[in-house]
Nanobody
Framework: QVQLVESGGGLVQAGGSLRLSCVAS????????MGWFRQAPGKEREFVAA????????YYAASVRGRFTIPRDNGKNTMYLQMNSLKPEDTAVYYC?????????????????WGQGTQVTVSS
């Protein structure tokens, strides 16, 4: 089992920045893909970004590419979502997820473990 705990959400004005954290514990995650998803009210959960662990290859949704990055700290078993130039349409609950595979995929159903989510609200 892998346990994921997110933190770092909050309220920010449009154009501002936030950094989310996801700490993983439990079973080793050296062969996992770690990803971020988000879900806005009334919408389906959508892929945001992912990183292959330990290779470090990253993949971003078109809507966030160039604004979000997904750094990591191997020593702390922590993945981050650095969000810059935030827009009101980025408002959602953000979830950390893990997939026991080398392959980065974007479908939520392909991820095995999930965190509890953290709210991000961007005001205009």
């Amino acid at each position: 089992q892998v346990q994921l705990v997110e933190s770092g959400g909050g309220l920010v004005q449009a154009g501002g920045s936030l950094r989310l954290s996801c700490v993983a514990s439990g079973r080793t995650f050296r062969s996992y893909v770690m990803g971020w998803f988000r879900q806005a009210p009334g919408k389906e959960r959508e892929f945001v970004a992912a990183i292959n662990w330990p290779g470090g290859s990253t993949y971003y949704a078109a809507s966030v590419r160039g604004r979000f990055t997904i750094p990591r700290d191997n020593g702390k078993n922590t993945m981050y979502l650095q969000m810059n130039s935030l827009k009101p349409e980025d408002t959602a609950v953000y979830y950390c997820a893990a997939r026991a595979s080398w392959t980065v995929v974007t479908g939520a159903s392909d991820y095995d473990y999930w965190g509890q989510g953290t709210q991000v609200t961007v005001s205009s």
